[in-house]
Each structure stands twice: as structure tokens, then as C-alpha cells.
């Protein structure tokens, strides 16, 4: 399976494709986390895309297609993947159409979760991610969480799920992001899920949905 998911930030995509790739045993691909591993490991891409992702701005295309590149090119994705995050404007989107071209392997299917403005701010702001795996939780007042349940790693805030750059990276995806719903719908690949609710039931829904595309 070769599956983009796309939606604004918050709105489930990297959990939702960490549970499509265990279903199609495929690698979850999340440029986020590829960036942030750069970011952490101090390289040379990772020292140049922290101002504009601590800024809530597109790191450029440039760095972000090989890092993209480097990874896809591993064996375990031979199979395929489940991209999260990628691509996120026209221009990324020509560009994985050309990577994928060059292997004769199209994508397959494009995933369009849609979450209203309103709960995807207050899922931001409560989003708690671990260091380790990368995955998210959801931190409230009434049920705080500390510690990843998967490897018992400290939890942390992103330090772009703060209020401001959130505004900014929702206007970022109205503005550079969006139209490839269109791009991807006419072509006949996207189907559209409504991202609210149990994480479980998401899941089913997006399952059925490619089922029945
Ligand atoms: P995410 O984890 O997908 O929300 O991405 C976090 C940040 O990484 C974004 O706000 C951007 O700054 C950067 N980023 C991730 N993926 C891309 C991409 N495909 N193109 C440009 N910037 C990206």
C-alpha cells in the first residue's frame, strides 16, 4: 500500500498512520519526525529547518525531499508507506509523483481526515508527544499524563503546539496545504473521513473507506 494522508496539523494523522501502516504492514513515514530526529542529531539539515518549524513555517522542499528520499529509499519500504505529513503543496506533491514514477509504483490512495478549527486547537494545546517513539497523547486537567505507556519515556510539549504557532501552522495548511485535496481528489485517490471521535472508530472509518474506494 502507498498511502498519503493529509488533513491539518492535530487532526489525527500521525496516529491514524501508525494504525493504517501496522494494517498494511507498511512503514509509517512522518516528515515531522524526520525533521525533528535532524533536528536533534544537530545535522546540517536539522540545524537549517528549526527556525521555520519552530516558527510554524514549511522547512523548504529542498530539505525536506531528501530526507524523504533517503528514507523511502530504505528496504523496509519497498513494500510501501504510509506518508504523514508529505506532501504539504503542489510542488511536493510533483515531487513524490516523480520519485514514484521512477520506481512504477503509484500512490495508491490519499487519506483526507477532516477536523473543524475548533477541536483541533484544543487537541493541540492538550497534545503531549513522546521523545522516543514519537507517539502522541492527550494531556487534560482532569487526566494529566507524564510518561509515554508504550516505553515509559517523559513525556514533552512540542514547541510548536503553543497557541501562536498553532494559528500559524492552520493558516500555513489553508493557504499551501488545502488545495491538494482538490489535486488529489481529481485524480480519483482521496477519500475523506471525519476525524472526530473514538480513535478506534476513526480507524474503521478510514479502513472502510479505502475499502470501498
Ligand atoms: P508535523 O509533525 O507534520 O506537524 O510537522 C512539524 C513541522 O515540520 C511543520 O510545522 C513544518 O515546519 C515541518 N514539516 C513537516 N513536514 C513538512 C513538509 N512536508 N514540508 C515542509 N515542512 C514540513
Given at each position: 500500500?502507498?498511502?498519503i494522508l493529509l488533513g491539518p496539523p492535530g487532526?489525527?494523522?500521525?496516529?491514524?498512520?501508525?494504525?493504517?501502516?501496522?494494517?498494511?504492514?507498511?512503514?509509517?513515514?512522518?516528515?515531522?519526525?524526520?525533521?525533528?530526529?535532524?533536528?536533534?542529531?544537530?545535522?546540517?539539515?536539522?540545524?537549517?529547518?528549526?527556525?521555520?518549524?519552530?516558527?510554524?513555517?514549511?522547512?523548504?522542499?529542498?530539505?525536506?525531499?531528501?530526507?524523504?528520499?533517503?528514507?523511502?529509499?530504505?528496504?523496509?519500504?519497498?513494500?510501501?508507506?504510509?506518508?504523514?505529513?508529505?506532501?504539504?503543496?503542489?510542488?511536493?506533491?510533483?515531487?513524490?509523483?516523480?520519485?514514484?514514477?521512477?520506481?512504477?509504483?503509484?500512490?495508491?490512495?490519499?487519506?483526507?481526515?477532516?477536523?473543524?478549527?475548533?477541536?483541533?486547537?484544543?487537541?493541540?494545546?492538550?497534545?503531549?508527544?513522546?521523545?522516543?517513539?514519537g507517539r502522541t497523547f492527550n494531556s487534560t486537567?482532569?487526566?494529566?499524563?507524564?510518561?509515554?505507556?508504550?516505553?515509559?519515556?517523559?513525556?514533552?510539549?512540542?514547541?510548536?503546539?503553543?497557541?501562536?504557532?498553532?494559528?500559524?501552522?492552520?493558516?500555513?495548511?489553508?493557504?499551501?496545504?488545502a488545495p491538494l485535496i482538490e489535486y488529489y481528489?481529481?485524480?480519483?485517490?482521496?477519500?475523506?473521513?471525519?476525524?472526530?471521535?473514538?480513535?478506534?472508530?476513526?480507524?474503521?472509518?478510514?479502513?472502510?473507506?479505502?475499502?470501498?474506494?
Open positions: 500500500m502507498r498511502l487532526a489525527g494523522k500521525g496516529t491514524q498512520a501508525v494504525r493504517m501502516a501496522y494494517r498494511f504492514g507498511v512503514p509509517h513515514v512522518a516528515t515531522g519526525d524526520l525533521l525533528r530526529f535532524a533536528t536533534a542529531w544537530q545535522t546540517d539539515i536539522g540545524m537549517r529547518a528549526k527556525t521555520y518549524m519552530d516558527a510554524g513555517e514549511l522547512v523548504p522542499d529542498e530539505f525536506v525531499l531528501e530526507l524523504l528520499c533517503t528514507r523511502l529509499s530504505e528496504d523496509d519500504a519497498a513494500v510501501g508507506f504510509v506518508l504523514d505529513g508529505y506532501p504539504r503543496n503542489p510542488a511536493q506533491a510533483d515531487a513524490l509523483d516523480a520519485i514514484l514514477a521512477e520506481i512504477d509504483a503509484p500512490l495508491e490512495a490519499a487519506v483526507n481526515l477532516w477536523v473543524p478549527d475548533e477541536n483541533i486547537i484544543a487537541r493541540l494545546s492538550a497534545r503531549m508527544s513522546c521523545p522516543t517513539c486537567a482532569e487526566a494529566p499524563l507524564a510518561v509515554c505507556d508504550i516505553d515509559g519515556m517523559a513525556l514533552f510539549q512540542r514547541a510548536d503546539d503553543s497557541a501562536e504557532v498553532i494559528a500559524k501552522r492552520l493558516q500555513v495548511f489553508r493557504d499551501r496545504t481528489g481529481a485524480r480519483d485517490i482521496l477519500v475523506t473521513v471525519d476525524g472526530i471521535g473514538e480513535l478506534g472508530d476513526v480507524e474503521d472509518r478510514i479502513a472502510k473507506a479505502l475499502e470501498e474506494r
